[in-house]
């Protein structure tokens, strides 16, 4: 799975017919320096079928920008979320990134998913605004060379080569499917090379077609193999057939994936699904906010931290560049590690995260029924 640096321009022009009258209207000289605040986009889907994960990301968000106005802002300049709903799809992203290039907003956290990142970051580049991605992994995101983009979420690539590598320490043969998407193939390729270049390489190379409701035949093969893992690219509806299809046939083989599989489609593989291995985001939980608050679904739980720490980013961009300037703010970025709350983020030159940002967790079912995976190292 990846905002936007926002300066804020404005101009009063007041005309006052009396010079009495703007005597009465003039601000006082402390409320003449007090620095404009900054306003902070977020585009989420709020709507459609990643909603439950937007919400999450609004949560983080606000609770982030909450705490760093308590603290007194950055650099004396209080924060301001907008937050509007891309709803995950790419015209209303396009329609969301207008907007908020015309309410001066030029530094954003979003879009989640990649499509929407792809079909917006130019027009964020072109307006002056930095884009920082909490989740879009699509490795050619990045490749553009735009000077706006940056995202937390690791790689495709980076994904597959931290699951190759530790694929390539297991015993016994391994074999990789994927669900022929662009984003399933290329997990699957990044795993082939790691594996290979270890001297590994995988005994099968299947696919299993997004929409399959059945994997008797693909999973007849892996066990003629005997495999011993299986790495799935893809997402989680496949995931689910293709565990739920390995446990009837007894094939006892781990079952590897990437953050794709974090859906309620993969939860419904039941117990099937339990013991998978993933590759995701270094853990990044949002603390506890202060005083009442809605609770968080598991969706909510996983992004709240990513936008979260995302808000920090831009606002220690902020600070560096001692100016809401777009240009200026991606260069304070790259300039170096980033701290914050939730840890130290680095950017290379494209916008990327370090290779510290994948970690291998397990999926574990908690005893009320709910699924977790923080902390389980496989």
Same mark, same amino acid.
């Given at each position: 799975m990846s905002t936007t640096a926002f300066r804020v321009a404005h101009r009063l022009a007041l005309v006052l017919p009396a010079l009495s009258l703007a005597a009465a209207v003039a601000p006082s000289p402390a409320a003449a320096q007090a620095p404009a605040p900054v306003k902070i986009g977020l585009s989420a889907p709020l709507t459609g079928p990643d909603a439950a994960f937007g919400q999450g990301l609004r949560l983080g968000a606000e609770q982030a920008v909450a705490e760093i106005n308590r603290a007194g802002g950055t650099g004396g300049r209080r924060l301001v979320l907008v937050v509007a709903d891309d709803a995950g799809d790419q015209r209303q992203g396009a329609v969301v990134a207008r907007k908020f290039l015309g309410e001066g907003v030029r530094l954003v956290v979003g879009p989640l998913e990649s499509s929407v990142v792809a079909a917006v970051a130019p027009l964020y580049e072109a307006g002056g605004a930095v884009l920082l991605t909490p989740g879009a992994s699509y490795p050619a995101l990045t490749a553009q060379g735009l000077w706006n983009l940056f995202r937390l979420a690791p790689g495709d690539a980076q994904q597959g080569a931290a699951a190759g590598a530790w694929l390539a320490e297991r015993e016994g043969p391994v074999a990789i499917v994927h669900d022929r998407s662009t984003f399933g193939r290329g997990l699957a390729d990044a795993v082939s090379r790691t594996l290979r270049a270890r001297g590994r390489p995988e005994a099968l190379f299947e696919s299993l077609p997004r929409g399959s409701r059945e994997a008797g035949d693909l999973v007849g093969r892996l066990k003629a193999a005997g495999v011993r893992a299986v790495y799935f690219g893809g997402f989680g509806a496949e995931a689910a057939v293709l565990a739920r299809a390995m446990r009837e046939a007894g094939l006892d083989a781990t079952l590897v994936g990437s953050d794709g599989l974090l859906d309620r489609d993969f939860a419904a593989a039941g117990p099937a699904a339990e013991g998978t291995v993933m590759t995701v985001l270094a853990d990044r939980r949002a603390p506890e906010p202060r005083g009442k608050a809605p609770p968080r679904g598991p969706e909510a739980t996983l992004v709240a931290g990513s936008a979260y720490m995302a808000v920090e980013v831009l =606002?220690? *961009? /902020? =600070?560096?560049? $001692?100016? &809401?300037? *777009? $240009?200026?703010? =991606?260069? =304070? /970025? $790259?300039? *170096? &590690?980033?701290? @914050?709350? /939730?840890?130290?983020? @680095?950017?290379d030159g494209r916008g990327d995260p370090g290779r510290d940002a994948v970690v291998l967790r397990v999926w574990r079912r908690t005893p009320d029924g709910r699924v977790d995976y923080a902390g389980n190292e496989p």
């Open positions: =606002a220690q *961009g /902020l =600070a560096r560049a $001692r100016s &809401p300037d *777009g $240009r200026r703010v =991606a260069e =304070a /970025l $790259r300039a *170096g &590690p980033v701290r @914050t709350s /939730l840890g130290e983020v @680095t950017f």
